[in-house]
């Protein structure tokens, strides 16, 4: 009986995770050699020669790859990475991996997010080299040292420099327009109708201060990124803003409108209800900059 | 005992178990994602033999899958599944309960316990998405502390304490743990992919360390077990019955157990909880073969190991290539299976 409960909550909770990010730490130590030259060490891998046949499991990791201009070096990416639309999607899974199955596409560079067990250690005994790169930024310089590791990786850092300039000068740019405020507005930013929400320690919190925004769930320590919020909790903050990441699932304005004591809210009485696009905010890679635009919009389209 | 059991092991059924385990064993070195020749996945596994030099005529690549992917895989769902199907028949008999199965004293739920207690206070620290090496031994040492709790909890029952005891004080620390471990898991929810696939069962990630790990435990387990396999035989009688032929039905009952719970965590902490084994493969021996433990337990073990060995190559070929959690695999082949020998045994003995 138990062990059925374990498995329910265990199960719920991976298609949370699957969007939730994940706190903390880059994954740092990219020391790219002047030029494309290799052999390129990142962190615990050294490449001898530029990888021609690179296997991505994460959906983060294939549009860097994509975005420094590595795409033609990509044989294979998991059942997630959907875009861009040109990346080769396979059905190999980032969350129940099997080694042979990567083993069959004959890589030799394999990127992950995630390590369900020992995935590293296995394609290693294979003398397949693997990146890890965890996709759980907490800031801008975060996604910035995972693009530059791609890059360096791939034999592509020139391009994954110009990328991260592009990308810091967007951003500044939508920051510029963010009207100053004397009160910050608030939000509340849903990953599952269960009430799920991302913190103010998440990427998503970093990026939405930089316009001004204020969470209304403010994470109690760096890891908590994501949280499961009270409807009482929700409805006594009462935010300006409410943006849903699961509008791709089935959560619409009507759906928020309907919920009890919803209707009431002042997100919700002055339409600042705003369902985002599909799978920019849960991939931390060169999008965030459309995710940023994205919100920036709506603030002054409703203001 | 209304119809006549086997004491002793009859041959034929050791031979069939002996059997079985070969045949699953082949069978998961010969199938797999990727396609190897049979032939020379055999001469391949003879190469490691020490002495013998064959050449397979595999690459380097397809000779590191079938000796460093398949067949620590093989050997951990060989060693898990006897150890499991073990330790569920030896709860069965020593609490005379036919639902006992190995996780019945808290061990899932101690075990789950420090691995999500690891894993949150790891990511928490270093932000990394690897699962630490720490985990097993928390996962071991949460499985032990779990199982001690019940048996002091147990004890405090008092001189006249009934195997019941015993099992509801299991019932509670496991809640207990099991609330204990939601609540960090809700405090920590980017931890809840690693926990979640390591809960699951994790024959995907084995490893000859893994091995290593779990064989001291599982030859102390079994040698217990197997030694005191009469005393399980007066145990499953009766309590009165035990006593009337001298042995100290208590004492003989704790030792079994302790055993059994401490196989069980060593299986949980490298290969996590994989259900169904324990309860089943016990109940189908003894449904097929008769009901002495002394043909029980023996026979559990082979047919148990046999068992995982052929769930896992399930779990990574039917849906290639994604891996199947294994936990789901036994309980989906398992259950039509014992289905269909209840309704076909004439008698339904425990």
């Known amino acids: 009986m138990r062990r059925h409960a374990l498995l329910l909550t265990a199960a719920a909770a991976l298609v949370l995770a699957g969007c939730a990010g994940n706190g903390s730490e880059p994954d740092n130590g990219g020391t790219a050699p002047a030029g494309d030259g290799f052999p390129v060490t990142v962190g615990e891998v050294t490449l001898q020669e530029r990888p021609t046949a690179i296997v991505s499991l994460s959906a983060t990791a294939t549009e860097m790859l994509f975005a420094v201009g590595a795409g033609d070096q990509v044989v294979a990416v998991d059942e997630f990475s959907t875009y861009p639309p040109e990346a080769p999607t396979t059905d190999l899974s980032g969350f129940t991996p099997n080694v042979e199955a990567i083993t069959t596409y004959d890589p030799d560079l394999v990127v992950i997010s995630y390590d369900p067990g020992d995935l590293v250690a296995q394609l290693n005994a294979l003398d397949i080299p693997v990146h890890l790169a965890p996709d759980n930024p907490s800031t801008l310089d975060d996604i910035y040292a995972q693009i530059e590791d791609i890059g360096a990786l791939t034999g592509h850092a020139d391009e994954a420099r110009r990328l991260i300039e592009k990308m810091s000068s967007e951003i500044d740019a939508i920051v510029a327009e963010a009207p100053e405020r004397d009160e910050p507005l608030t939000y509340y930013f849903e990953i599952e109708n269960t009430l799920y929400a991302y913190t103010s320690a998440s990427i998503v919190g970093t990026l939405l201060e930089m316009i001004g925004l204020e969470n209304i769930a403010v994470a109690d320590d760096p890891s908590q990124v994501s949280v499961q919020l009270s409807a009482e909790f929700i409805v006594d903050a009462d935010p300006d803003f409410i943006f849903l990441a699961n509008a791709q699932y089935g959560e619409s304005v009507e759906t928020v409108s309907a919920r009890e004591g919803w209707a009431e809210l002042t997100a919700v009485r002055t339409g600042r209800v705003v369902e985002l696009s599909p799978d920019i905010h849960s991939r931390w890679g060169p999008r965030v900059v459309d995710l940023l635009r994205e919100i920036a919009d709506a603030v002054s389209r409703a203001e | ?350």
């Open chain 2, 1 to 350: 005992m209304t119809h006549p059991s086997p004491a002793r092991l009859r041959w034929r059924w050791l031979v069939s178990g002996v059997a079985a385990v070969l045949l699953a064993a082949m069978a998961g070195l010969w199938l797999g994602p990727v396609r190897l020749p049979p032939g020379a996945v055999v001469l391949e596994v003879l190469d490691l033999v020490p002495g013998l030099d064959v050449d397979s005529g595999l690459d380097d690549r397809q000779a590191a899958i079938v000796t460093r992917i398949r067949l620590p895989r093989v050997v951990l769902g060989l060693l898990v599944g006897a150890l499991l199907a073990l330790a569920g028949g030896c709860y069965q008999g020593a609490f005379r309960n036919p639902l006992a199965d190995p996780y019945l004293l808290g061990v899932a739920a101690g075990a789950g316990l420090g691995a999500t207690a690891v894993l949150s206070v790891y990511r928490a620290a270093t932000g990394t998405a690897a699962v630490p090496a720490a985990v097993p031994p928390a996962a071991f040492a949460g499985a032990l502390g779990a199982v001690t709790l019940t048996y002091l909890v147990g004890a405090a029952g008092g001189r006249d304490r009934s195997p019941a005891t015993l099992i509801l004080a299991g019932v509670a620390v496991s809640a207990f743990l099991a609330a204990a471990q939601t609540y960090l898991l809700q405090r920590h929810v980017d931890t809840i992919r690693e926990v979640y696939s390591w809960l699951l069962g994790r024959l995907a990630g084995a490893d000859w360390g893994d091995v290593r790990l779990l064989l001291p435990y599982a030859v102390v387990t079994t040698v217990v077990v197997l030694a005191m396999r009469r005393e399980l035989d007066v145990l499953s009688v009766g309590d009165d019955e035990a006593a009337g032929l001298g042995l100290h039905p208590q004492r003989s009952r704790y030792l079994l157990v302790g055993a059994a719970s401490l196989g069980t965590a060593a299986a949980v902490s490298v290969a996590g909880l994989i259900g169904f084994v324990g309860i089943i493969v016990p109940h189908l021996v003894r449904l097929v073969a008769g009901s002495s433990y002394r043909v029980i337990l023996p026979l559990s073990m082979l047919y148990g190991g046999a068992f995982l060995a052929l769930a896992d190559l399930a779990a990574r070929v039917v849906d290639t290539p994604r891996e199947v959690p294994i936990g789901v695999v036994t309980a989906f082949l398992g259950a039509p299976f014992f289905v269909l020998v209840l309704r076909t045994a004439r008698r339904v003995p425990v």
